[in-house]
């Protein structure tokens, strides 16, 4: 296991009480391209998406050790856990959205919509209602590298929801490329990156009654592009980007940013006070205990 020394960037008095861990450690290396860190409390474990070699491993929090979870895996990338304690999984390959249920059997959730299939689902998340939001770019079908290459049915590239009953919907069609989304706290707001724009940002839309509103302008990215985004419990919004992990106030203000060697493609909380901090990045898997949490569900 590598040491590498965690660097918290203060860029407003808001972050300067905001730190963890003098060193973060990477608990696994090798891969091609790390993705959809989601953590599993029940079992104490991470999973997460090695996309290009299509494969999801394990990383066992009790034992330090790192195995195959799913190989092949349909290219999975984002993932997340729903209230049931499933995996719920983007399949660049398969072109659709699926729950793994307890049994270990697979579920469809989404595949198709009005009979076309979707570009590549790339991250998710439920709220609280059940319902099941992706964003589908394209980055899937675009080559072999982390999906098979093919022509868009859709022919755009759009953010969806799933609703418990099992229909799809379109809830933003204004995209270059959708990618990583969260929801505020009190799930009013739905915080959505658009890695594709220049510079890359991240847009907020007012959520009611399962549609969105809105849209605007959240942030923009001063380090490569953005990807995925999580809230924690504070309310501040933290995105993956090329140099680390950037934060921002509430209001929008770029607050900080926690330096990490390698792009930084996602990230998740876990452990048992969900204070553990996990970062997908490029070849890699970092994590460090930090002095805030994730939201718990």
Not at 12 to 27: L, S, Y
Not at 56 to 79: I, M, Q, S, Y
Not at 113 to 134: C, H, L, M, T
Not at 227 to 242: L, P
Request: contains cysteine; charged residues 25%; negative net charge.
């Amino acid at each position: 296991m590598d040491m590498v020394k965690a660097h918290f960037e203060v860029l407003d008095e808001r972050f300067a009480r905001v730190n963890g861990d003098e060193w973060m450690q990477r608990i696994h290396t090798g891969c091609r391209w790390t993705e959809g860190p989601a953590y599993f409390p029940a079992g104490r474990y991470l999973v997460f998406s090695d996309i290009p070699n299509d494969r999801v491993l394990r990383w066992d929090e009790t034992t330090g050790a790192v195995g195959v979870f799913r190989e092949p895996a349909g290219f999975h990338n984002g993932h997340t856990v729903d209230r049931q304690g499933r995996l719920v999984s983007c399949e660049q390959g398969g072109r659709r959205v699926t729950r793994t249920e307890h049994d270990g059997t697979t579920t469809v959730l989404a595949e198709t919509y009005q009979g076309k299939r979707f570009n590549s689902p790339n991250d998710v998340v439920e709220s609280s209602d059940g319902a099941i939001w992706f964003t589908d770019p394209s980055y899937g079908i675009d080559s072999d590298y982390e999906g098979h290459q093919a022509e868009s049915e859709i022919g755009a590239c759009h953010v969806y929801r799933v609703d418990p009953d099992g229909s799809v919907r379109i809830v933003a069609d204004d995209f270059s490329r959708p990618n990583g989304l969260a929801f505020s706290l009190d799930e009013t707001l739905l915080y959505i990156a658009d890695t594709r724009q220049k510079p890359s940002h991240i847009r907020v839309f007012s959520v009611d009654s399962g549609r969105l509103s809105g849209g605007e302008v959240f942030a923009t990215c001063d380090a490569g592009a953005f990807d995925g985004v999580r809230v924690d419990a504070a309310g501040r919004v933290w995105a993956a980007a090329h140099d680390g992990l950037h934060c921002f106030a509430p209001d929008g203000t770029r607050i900080g940013k926690l330096r990490v060697p390698e792009v930084c493609s996602n990230l998740t909380f876990g452990g048992p006070r969900w204070n553990d901090l996990f970062i997908t990045a490029s070849s890699s898997v970092y994590t460090l205990r930090v002095n805030f949490s994730g939201p718990r569900v």
